[in-house]
């Protein structure tokens, strides 16, 4: 019994104690306590999710600008190249007029003694060509090989390494260079070279020779756009009859042929401009216009304001440096 007495007094202490009873005003206190700490919750995560949605915002924008800028480079890229482009046949054409011609060629012989005319040299030279080696090189770089030797008694076979070479697309500016350079020093150069580049042209084309004969054809187009070649009756009558001009019909036989000519010709012979000239001048124009409202609209304002406004901009710097371009 006394064992007894013993636990039952022993759970009464283990009982936990009641809470007390709230008085209407401090449940009233409590209530507005847990009211106030659910409204700091829900504030904070909407505060939160403000934030992130204005970063995401932000770097979406920060995404499209950059791809934005990336197009106007492109642009700006495309027509720097097509300006040097014509600017270079320019500055060749008049390199290449008969006055400046002759002095080229007079200087040559003044000079031609105190250059290297060595057998070893001179075969090297156009081994190097024959080999492909050549077309590896840098257009100075070739050039300056031409000016430092007397090839006078291997123009002959200056050509025929030229046509037995297994030219690419990619080699023709290397090409052109030595062109350009022979032809300022050997009257005989162009002479022989012009007719074994339109015996293949006109040839019937077959698998070995029409990559060749499309290379052919941009080279000549290059011949006549830099000033080294002048005659273009045949260039016309190719062109007419791959084209079907010739009967009337325009049904084309050879787009390859057309298309390696305009390629090279672009609108320097036909005088109209390409689509992607138009669509890169466009783009300026659109992005300079838009760029302008907004410099306008968001003047005085703060940097934070502006990355708030959400529009898409481009570099005023890539704008101005593309629209030099296209306004030339």
Same mark, same amino acid.
């Given at each position: 019994?006394?064992?007894?007495?013993?636990?039952?007094?022993?759970?009464?202490?283990?009982?936990?104690?009641?809470?007390?009873?709230?008085?209407?005003?401090?449940?009233?206190?409590?209530?507005?306590?847990? *009211?106030?700490?659910?409204?700091?919750?829900?504030?904070?995560? *909407?505060? !939160?999710?403000?934030?992130?949605?204005?970063?995401?915002?932000?770097?979406?924008?920060?995404?499209?600008?950059?791809?934005?800028?990336?197009?106007?480079?492109?642009?700006? !890229?495309?027509?720097?190249?097509?300006?040097?482009?014509? #600017?270079?046949?320019? !500055?060749?054409?008049?390199?290449?007029?008969?006055?400046?011609?002759?002095?080229?060629?007079?200087?040559?012989?003044?000079?031609?003694?105190?250059?290297? #005319?060595?057998?070893?040299?001179?075969?090297? /030279?156009?081994?190097?060509?024959?080999?492909?080696?050549?077309?590896?090189?840098?257009?100075?770089?070739?050039?300056?090989?031409?000016?430092?030797?007397? &090839?006078?008694?291997?123009?002959?076979?200056?050509?025929?390494?030229?046509?037995?070479?297994?030219?690419?697309?990619?080699?023709?500016?290397?090409?052109?260079?030595?062109?350009?350079?022979?032809?300022?020093?050997?009257?005989?150069?162009?002479?022989?070279?012009?007719?074994?580049?339109?015996?293949?042209?006109?040839?019937?084309?077959?698998?070995?020779?029409?990559?060749?004969?499309?290379?052919?054809? *941009?080279?000549?187009?290059? /011949?006549?756009?830099?000033?080294?070649?002048?005659?273009?009756?045949?260039?016309?009558?190719?062109?007419?009859?791959?084209?079907?001009?010739?009967?009337?019909?325009?049904?084309?036989?050879?787009?390859?042929?057309?298309?390696?000519?305009?390629?090279?010709?672009?609108?320097?012979?036909?005088?109209?401009?390409?689509?992607?000239?138009? #669509?890169?001048?466009? &783009?300026?124009?659109?992005?300079?216009?838009?760029?302008?409202?907004?410099? *306008?609209?968001?003047?005085?304002? #703060? !940097?934070?304001?502006?990355?708030?406004?959400?529009?898409?901009?481009?570099?005023?710097?890539?704008?101005?440096?593309?629209?030099?371009?296209?306004?030339?």
């Amino acid at each position: 019994k006394s064992r007894g007495k013993k636990n039952t007094n022993k759970n009464k202490g283990n009982q936990t104690p009641k809470e007390p009873k709230l008085s209407p005003e401090e449940i009233q206190k409590r209530e507005e306590e847990r *009211r106030k700490a659910e409204e700091a919750e829900a504030e904070r995560r *909407r505060v !939160e999710a403000e934030q992130k949605a204005l970063q995401e915002a932000r770097e979406a924008r920060a995404k499209a600008e950059e791809e934005l800028n990336a197009k106007i480079k492109e642009a700006s !890229e495309y027509l720097k190249a097509l300006f040097e482009s014509t #600017s270079l046949h320019k !500055e060749n054409r008049a390199s290449l007029s008969p006055d400046s011609l002759a002095a080229s060629r007079k200087d040559f012989e003044n000079s031609k003694k105190s250059l290297k #005319s060595d057998l070893k040299k001179c075969t090297a /030279f156009v081994k190097k060509i024959k080999g492909g080696t050549a077309w590896s090189m840098k257009p100075d770089d070739i050039v300056r090989d031409v000016k430092t030797l007397n &090839l006078s008694r291997y123009v002959e076979e200056v050509v025929t390494a030229i046509l037995e070479a297994k030219l690419k697309v990619t080699d023709i500016p290397v090409v052109l260079a030595l062109c350009k350079a022979m032809h300022e020093r050997y009257p005989a150069f162009l002479t022989n070279l012009v007719p074994g580049l339109w015996a293949v042209i006109n040839g019937k084309a077959t698998d070995e020779t029409g990559k060749l004969r499309r290379i052919y054809v *941009r080279l000549v187009t290059e /011949f006549l756009l830099n000033g080294l070649y002048t005659e273009t009756k045949q260039l016309v009558k190719l062109i007419a009859e791959v084209t079907g001009a010739k009967d009337g019909n325009y049904a084309v036989t050879d787009a390859n042929v057309v298309v390696a000519f305009v390629k090279a010709a672009g609108f320097e012979i036909f005088g109209t401009l390409p689509a992607s000239y138009n #669509s890169y001048t466009r &783009l300026i124009e659109n992005e300079t216009s838009k760029l302008g409202a907004y410099e *306008r609209e968001t003047e005085g304002k #703060s !940097e934070e304001e502006k990355a708030e406004d959400g529009r898409i901009v481009a570099s005023s710097k890539l704008l101005e440096a593309a629209a030099d371009y296209s306004s030339k």
